[in-house]
């Protein structure tokens, strides 16, 4: 099966819905709040901008894609053909990464010129990107529309932004919540965003890219798998 | 082409069975009309031929593969369109039909040809969301065949279709029969069901009430009898007189044949049964 189709044509449905649009937004405000702050701060900033490209709104993004698809019942009708959920999720992942990775450039661009590594921040929107699309994608499975979709998914959204509260203000949190962010589906992500603008050692990267791989195979395998058959099936 | 033999399927948390035992067959050509009302068990079968529904027992194959594994060739051989059409919204007739057409392999129909037929040529490019029911149902249709399957899935395929759109719909629904295809087609529309299928089956509370050819349905359950109708000379509005004369021996009948040398004759028609009167009498309730 030739899913080029599928994939533009579902890149076609994020710009008529308006996600691409959104995506086009933000990034706006974000290179315009990192211009307004002094170089110092902006520096900091810039992972956690560049990281929230991909964890946030691939996880959300996803997540009111696959509401949509539920409210229009395309669902039935996809799953009747030959192409399978995973194929599915793998290209509204795929689109939704390719738009973070454009942001999380052009917002990279906008505050440091060429002064940033490409390869690291798309090993960080992968990283983050995929478990969070794959998650958001399941929580929307179970929770069906998109109000019941953002109310739902607070938790595990706080969750996910453990290790940014570990990187502004780890002296002053408890030290179980240090450790339990280092355990968050983002955290190989956020260590990828660092080293896209600083140096970060290599054994701890290599660790986080581990941790993102592991944690995407354990949401497709535990948690979206199941989601989308019990989806199939209705 | 589709085998069903003592299927039963339970819902999970349910203590009842939604299909009791279910037993048919489709070949290939064939137009096989399912009848019931709503919660008899129709799309529950449905479902489970089409690859969506698991954990039944019994039987559930189409073209020799079973159901539950149901992989990409069977549903590449398979086409469905659905009671309630669902498109995206955002994209327009062409591109959801070209969108949906990609998944299966060649040989396909062309979207143009196939739109055009339809009567959907001039709204190819409009997006679906601005669609009426009617122009759904058309392009639900196009979807389902577009890839030409060996077997078709029709929920209610005429349902808000004016008479000249339901024909082209029954039109394209015998042509592919005739090219091969086994169609299951799931209604409520027994003047529908008795146009288009060549075999129907009364489905009721899971179970299988008949099963034959409408034609055989309605010699089985009517009346072998006519009527004789004529309007009483003499009246101010005319008087509408009936008279019931058996079948058997109607040649030989004087009676009859005096009832139609009588001035103010209308006419003469057969006690025939319709479907849903066959459906009424053998399930006792009516189809909604």
């Known amino acids: 099966m030739n899913i080029f189709p599928f994939f533009r044509n579902d890149f076609r449905l994020l710009w008529r819905h308006g996600f691409a649009a959104a995506y086009l937004v933000v990034a706006l405000v974000y290179a315009a709040v990192l211009s307004a702050l002094p170089q110092t701060w902006a520096d900091a900033a810039m992972p956690v901008l560049a990281w929230s490209d991909a964890a946030f709104f691939c996880f959300f993004f996803a997540g009111a894609s696959v509401c949509l698809d539920l409210a229009q019942g395309t669902f039935r009708a996809l799953f009747v053909s030959p192409l399978r959920p995973w194929t599915y999720f793998l290209v509204k992942a795929a689109n939704l990464s390719i738009l973070s990775f454009g942001m999380a450039v052009a917002v990279s661009l906008s505050s440091r010129g060429l002064e940033f590594r490409p390869l690291p921040l798309a ?91 592991a944690w995407t195979a354990a949401a497709s395998v535990l948690i979206l798998g199941p989601a989308a058959r019990a989806a199939e099936g209705e | 082409m589709i085998e069903v033999k003592d299927l039963r399927f339970a819902y999970p948390r349910s203590r009842t069975e939604a299909v009791r035992g279910v037993e048919f067959s489709v070949e290939a050509g064939e137009v096989f009309g399912f009848l019931g009302p709503s919660g008899a068990g129709k799309s529950t079968t449905q479902r489970i031929l089409l690859g969506s ?81 009617g122009m759904k149902m058309r392009l639900n249709l196009a979807r389902a065949v577009i890839h030409r399957p060996r077997v078709l899935f029709l929920d209610e395929p005429t349902s808000g279709l004016d008479p000249a759109n ?42 299988i009430a008949a099963c034959d050819s409408p034609a055989a349905l309605k010699r089985r359950y009517g009346k072998r009898a006519v009527v ?55 399930t006792g309730r009516e189809l909604e």
């Open chain 2, 53 to 133: 529904l698991r954990g039944y027992s019994g039987r559930a194959s189409v073209a020799g593969v079973e159901a539950c594994r149901a992989d990409g060739v069977y549903r590449a051989q398979v086409g469905a369109a659905f009671e309630f059409p669902c498109f995206y919204q955002k994209l327009t007739g062409l591109e959801n039909l070209e969108l949906f057409a990609s998944f299966y392999p060649e040989p396909r129909d062309d979207p143009g040809v196939l739109l055009e037929r339809l009567g959907l040529a001039e709204a190819a490019d409009r997006r679906v969301a601005e669609y009426s029911k």
């Open chain 1, 123 to 213: 090993v960080s929107v992968l990283a983050g990107g995929s478990p969070s699309s794959l998650i958001g994608a399941a929580l929307a499975l179970r929770l069906r529309t998109v109000n019941r979709f953002l109310v739902g998914t607070i938790p595990v959204f706080l969750i996910l932004s453990l290790p940014v509260l570990r990187y502004a203000a780890e002296p002053w949190i408890p030290g179980w919540l240090a450790s339990l962010s280092r355990w968050t589906p983002t955290e190989g992500s956020f260590l990828w965003a660092r080293a896209a603008y600083a140096a970060v050692p290599g054994g701890e990267l290599t660790a986080g890219a581990a941790a993102a791989l």
């Open chain 2, 228 to 282: 004789v109708e004529r309007e009483e000379n003499g009246t101010e509005r005319g008087t509408l007189l009936s008279r019931e004369f058996p079948l058997d021996g109607l040649g030989d009948d004087e009676a009859f044949r005096a009832e139609l040398r009588k001035p103010g004759l209308l006419g003469v028609r057969t006690l025939d049964s319709s479907l849903d009167r066959i459906f009424l009498r053998l």
């Open chain 2, 166 to 207: 339901a024909r082209t719909v029954r039109e394209i629904i015998r042509e592919r029969a005739a090219g091969g295809a086994a169609v299951f087609l799931t209604t409520h529309d027994m003047a529908a069901a008795d146009a288009a299928c060549d075999r129907v089956a009364f489905l009721v509370d899971g179970r």
